[in-house]
């Protein structure tokens, strides 16, 4: 697997805190399947989409949905979550027992680690997978959260739920 010079800079580096976090990511097969599908529809271009589900000991991940990605300028390298797909989801499950609870995107021909600019979006609370696609196909998927003051991206394991 290739790794652009960009992901060894000190500018990327500087974004991944070197402490992990003990918390997990419990995804469900279908959730897990829908990210790796987007991804490789989508492919030569970045995709990105919601997780819906529960926090609660860890991510709780029970469906991924994709959003449009209104990035058309760099869309082979960065995502624009389309904000009325954000709303029309947040505002379907008012009411229930489940939330937004993370952001998902792929990073074409790139390793799953996040970026700079990853940074510069991310929400406290929010957990990140980002699915590394090579080819066409699913290299990796690597999963990430923002340490406590909001300032690096902390690694958390990926656990695939019976769900």
Same mark, same amino acid.
């Given at each position: 697997?290739?790794?652009?010079?960009?992901?060894?800079?000190?500018?990327?580096? #500087?974004?991944?805190?070197?402490?992990?976090?003990?918390?997990?990511?419990?995804?469900?097969?279908?959730?897990?399947?829908?990210?790796?599908?987007?991804?490789?529809?989508?492919?030569?271009?970045?995709?990105?989409?919601?997780?819906?589900?529960?926090?609660?000991?860890?991510?709780?991940?029970?469906?991924?949905?994709?959003?449009? /990605?209104? /990035?058309?300028?760099?869309? #082979?390298?960065?995502?624009?979550?389309?904000?009325?797909?954000?709303?029309?989801?947040?505002?379907?499950?008012?009411?229930?027992?489940?939330?937004?609870?993370?952001?998902?995107?792929?990073?074409?021909?790139?390793?799953?680690?996040?970026?700079?600019?990853?940074?510069?979006?991310?929400?406290?609370?929010?957990?990140?997978?980002?699915?590394?696609?090579? /080819?066409?196909?699913?290299?990796?998927?690597?999963?990430?959260?923002?340490?406590?003051?909001?300032?690096?991206?902390?690694?958390?394991?990926?656990?695939?739920?019976?769900?």
């Amino acid at each position: 697997m290739h790794e652009p010079e960009r992901f060894k800079s000190p500018e990327y580096l #500087a974004v991944l805190d070197e402490v992990g976090t003990p918390e997990a990511c419990h995804v469900s097969p279908s959730a897990l399947n829908a990210m790796q599908e987007a991804a490789k529809k989508d492919y030569p271009l970045e995709t990105c989409g919601l997780l819906i589900g529960t926090v609660n000991n860890g991510w709780q991940v029970d469906e991924a949905r994709q959003i449009e /990605n209104l /990035n058309k300028e760099r869309a #082979a390298d960065r995502f624009q979550l389309d904000p009325a797909g954000y709303r029309n989801v947040d505002r379907e499950l008012r009411g229930t027992a489940r939330e937004i609870i993370g952001v998902f995107h792929s990073h074409p021909d790139c390793p799953a680690k996040p970026s700079p600019t990853d940074l510069e979006s991310a929400w406290e609370g929010f957990v990140y997978p980002i699915i590394s696609i090579y /080819n066409g196909e699913v290299a990796d998927i690597l999963c990430w959260t923002l340490n406590e003051d909001g300032s690096r991206f902390q690694s958390l394991s990926v656990k695939h739920s019976q769900k």
